[in-house]
């Protein structure tokens, strides 16, 4: 995923629908079903806590059936050994995307990044994953963060921070909001090919409270680099997702020409 890219699917990021759902046949079956239609309008399917505890890697291998590419997004945050552990078995799943909380610190970053070469190893046959760190959750504010946690600084700055950690780190890059995105690239030196996931992009049509604090549309997002954008609720029907998608390729022929 890069800023060359005019595929607007490589872009787009669906998060499976969080419904309780009791029967696990069932539960495969319906989500199965949810993201078939979106196939013209969506790369990338982001499979979250509850849908991963409910169904394991059935969830994963189901979806991979159907030719998207897989976002893992349990999040880890452990003991090195332990996020180690996880992450090889993530790896060995053939996902192209996994993610680790920055805020586990770099000695267990480094034991996800020893995870993954090892199982890469071992299973010479897998793709390699990006492995991203997340740097500041979209549903934080400042004065949470300052005030309730007690991480002093803004949030641009604490961003950076881990930002260089991913780096120091060898992560292929970071989640963060869009709006800590083009102060990174401004400021971190990071690579070239570092990839920014982005949560919380909400097209200009989207009007729907929700727990996101810090949120952009697609425009603003891919003009400030993004390499994937998460959208939730904007993706909800076929329709919203095909809105999603014009607004996105929109975007991407606006930055190609800019930068032609």
Not at 147 to 172: S, V, W
Request: net charge negative.
């Amino acid at each position: 995923m890069n800023d060359t890219e005019v595929d607007p699917r490589k872009y787009i990021i669906k998060a499976l629908d969080d419904k309780p759902l009791d029967d696990e046949n069932e539960a495969l079956d319906k989500y199965l079903r949810e993201v078939i239609p979106f196939m013209d309008y969506v790369g990338i399917i982001k499979i979250g806590k509850r849908a991963f505890t409910k169904l394991g890697p059935r969830i994963v291998k189901g979806i991979q059936k159907l030719g998207f590419d897989i976002f893992l997004d349990l999040k880890f945050n452990d003991i090195p050994e332990t996020v180690k552990s996880a992450v090889y078995e993530a790896t060995c799943l053939g996902v192209q995307i996994i993610n680790v909380h920055a805020m586990g610190g770099t000695v267990m970053m480094e034991y996800a990044v020893a995870g993954r070469e090892e199982a890469l190893k071992e299973h010479p046959e897998l793709s390699r994953p990006l492995l991203i760190a997340v740097t500041v959750l979209t549903s934080w504010s400042q004065k949470r963060i300052n005030e309730e946690l007690l991480i002093p600084g803004t949030i641009n700055e604490i961003a950076e921070h881990f930002a260089i950690m991913a780096k120091n780190c060898r992560f292929d890059g970071i989640v963060c909001s869009i709006n800590e995105l083009q102060y990174l690239q401004s400021r971190c030196h990071l690579p070239r090919d570092f990839s920014y996931i982005t949560p919380g992009t909400r097209p200009d049509w989207h009007e729907e409270d929700d727990d996101q604090e810090r949120t952009a549309t697609p425009e603003i997002a891919i003009r400030n680099g993004t390499s994937g954008m998460v959208m939730g609720r904007p993706l909800a029907t076929v329709e919203a997702a095909k809105k999603s998608y014009d607004e996105v390729e929109k975007a991407l022929i606006a930055k190609a020409a800019e930068i032609d």
